[in-house]
Structures are given as structure tokens and as C-alpha cells.
């Protein structure tokens, strides 16, 4: 009878670590992105914003920077911003899961193809800001990278 009793609980603390485990990885949002806005990766050149990459101004030293991202390259690259620019980045990729690092800063997002990437940062100090993908995504990624120049 003990060991009936033993083997119950054990079965139901497997059964509860489970469904803990399951829950985690969608409420920390490291399953399936199913909360983010989507787009069909094979017509990102002909769907907006995409279609128009680029640094827009959209109000007082603030500025919305539309961008793909592809094997092995970012569009646009070599980004100048004013100093203490606020920048919505809005963001895709083409093809595979690529990531968009920007040294000395927080930023550090994963893009990938079918889904719209949107993150902000205030950029308050002057320099060049290195930007990198870091998830692996072919032969070329150690030379997939920009600059961010804020001045
Ligand atoms: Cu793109 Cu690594």
C-alpha cells in the first residue's frame, strides 16, 4: 500500500513539473512569438513598411528606423541618428532567425522572418555603436554587422 501511495505522488509531482515547465516557456514568451504581428516573409519587399526601409523622422529627435535584415547584411546600414535620438526600431528578416545586438547598449532583440520586431532606445552618448547579429544564421554571420552613429 505504501509503495502505491509513494508511486502516486511521484507520478503527480512529474505531472505538475511538467505542466510547470510548459507554462514557463509561454509566459516568459520563449514558445512560439504567438503575440507578435506577422507578415509573409517571401513578400517583405512589397509589404509595408518594408517595402520603404530607411530613418524616418517621426517627431521632435525622434526617429523610426524601418529595417531588414537578410543573409548577411542589414538594410539600412550605417545608421546616423542625433545625439539623444530616441529610435523605434521596426524590424524583419528575410530569411532566417538573425539577431540585432548593439554593443554598449541594451539591445539586444532576435528577428525573424514572418514576424515584425519593435524595440526602442534613447541613444543619449555620442560614438559608434558596433551592431551584430548574434544567432548563427549561415557561412557569412561573423561579417554580419553595422554601425549605429549617433552625433
Ligand atoms: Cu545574421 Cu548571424
Redo the contacts with the bound molecule.
Keep these: 500500500k505504501h509503495e502505491e501511495i509513494w508511486l502516486t505522488i511521484s507520478v503527480g509531482m512529474l505531472v505538475l513539473f511538467m505542466v510547470i515547465v510548459g507554462y514557463q516557456t509561454f509566459a516568459l514568451g520563449m514558445g512560439p512569438p504567438s503575440n507578435k504581428e506577422t507578415l509573409d516573409p517571401q513578400k517583405v519587399d512589397q509589404t509595408a513598411p518594408f517595402d520603404n526601409p530607411g530613418v524616418f523622422e517621426v517627431g521632435p529627435n525622434e526617429y523610426e528606423v524601418v529595417m531588414v535584415?537578410q543573409?548577411?547584411s542589414f538594410t539600412p546600414n550605417n545608421i546616423e541618428i542625433p545625439k539623444g535620438a530616441t529610435v523605434h526600431f521596426t524590424m524583419t528578416s528575410k530569411d532566417?532567425?538573425?539577431?540585432f545586438q548593439v554593443a554598449g547598449t541594451n539591445l539586444n532583440a532576435m528577428v525573424m522572418p514572418g514576424y515584425i520586431q519593435k524595440i526602442t532606445q534613447k541613444f543619449d552618448k555620442p560614438g559608434e555603436y558596433l551592431v551584430l547579429?548574434?544567432?548563427?544564421?549561415?557561412a557569412?554571420?561573423?561579417m554580419?554587422s553595422t554601425t549605429i552613429t549617433v552625433k
Aim: aromatic residues 12%; charged residues 5%.
Design positions: 535584415l543573409v548577411f532566417v532567425v538573425h539577431g547579429c548574434n544567432e548563427y544564421c549561415g557569412g554571420h561573423q554580419m
